[in-house]
Nanobody, 113 residues
Framework: QVQLVESGGGLVQPGGSLRLSCAASGSAFSTNTMGWYRQGPGKERELVATITSGGITNYADSVKGRFTISRDSAKNTVYLQMNSLKPEDTAVYYC???????WGQGTQVTVSS
């Protein structure tokens, strides 16, 4: 069993930055691929970024060059650094563990002036 707890969301102005954290409890964190997803108002949940246990990353085209996913295995935590935020980044952001799948409860990110 894996539990995922996100934090770090909030209200930020366009062009600003936020760092999301996802703390994982349970076994096998170091071997799991981890990911961040988001669901905007009236939209379906979409992939934002993933990172393998070996540190290989993958990003959605809409966030490439602005977002960075990373992980700290010693802290069982995965991060999402979000820079140059846009209003269209407004969404609930979810952390996901792969194989088997576990989801966090989500954290709200609102980009607005």
């Amino acid at each position: 069993q894996v539990q995922l707890v996100e934090s770090g969301g909030g209200l930020v102005q366009p062009g600003g930055s936020l760092r999301l954290s996802c703390a994982a409890s349970g076994s096998a964190f170091s071997t799991n691929t981890m990911g961040w997803y988001r669901q905007g108002p009236g939209k379906e949940r979409e992939l934002v970024a993933t990172i393998t246990s070996g540190g290989i990353t993958n990003y959605a085209d809409s966030v490439k060059g602005r977002f960075t996913i990373s992980r700290d295995s010693a802290k069982n935590t995965v991060y999402l650094q979000m820079n140059s935020l846009k209003p269209e980044d407004t969404a609930v952001y979810y952390c996901r563990a792969f194989g088997p799948t576990y989801w966090g409860q989500g954290t709200q990110v609102t980009v607005s002036s």
